[in-house]
Structures are given as structure tokens and as C-alpha cells.
């Protein structure tokens, strides 16, 4: 059915939004705290959202599927 794809592929989506919310925050704070470690912190952070960005649309097709 339509219904139960639509809500685990938002479910995915919302469950990205999330993940990428915190890790950026929590990134903006490290480097708010040690800005002489922006850099690692932004390629740590770069890296982790792409992660979860692939992880999410994953679950996207799965559910689609």
C-alpha cells in the first residue's frame, strides 16, 4: 500500500532532520568552545551527516520498496 510506504519513508526523513540537527549543533558549540579546532570539527561534522543522509535514503527505497 501507499499509506504505509509514505510513513516510513517520512519516518526516515523526519529520523535524518533529527540526526542532522544535533550534529550540527553540537558541532557549533564545539567550535563556539575550541575555535581552534574548527576544522576537524566541520570535516568530523561534514562526514557524519553525509552518513546519516545515505542511511536515510536507504530507508526511503527500503520502505518505497
Known amino acids: 500500500m501507499v499509506i504505509p510506504a ?7 526523513v523526519i529520523g ?3 540526526g542532522i540537527g ?3 549543533g553540537s558541532a557549533m558549540e ?5 575555535p581552534e579546532a ?3 570539527i566541520q570535516t568530523a561534522m561534514i562526514i557524519a551527516a553525509a552518513l546519516i543522509e545515505g542511511v536515510a535514503l ?3 527505497v527500503v520502505s518505497m520498496g
Do not use: E
Request: hydrophobic residues 55%; aromatic residues 4%.
Open 58 to 60: 536507504f530507508g526511503v
Open 30 to 34: 564545539g567550535i563556539a568552545r575550541q
Open 16 to 18: 535524518a532532520g533529527i
Open 38 to 40: 574548527a576544522g576537524k
Open 6 to 12: 509514505a510513513i516510513g519513508a517520512g519516518l526516515a
Open 22 to 24: 544535533k550534529i550540527g
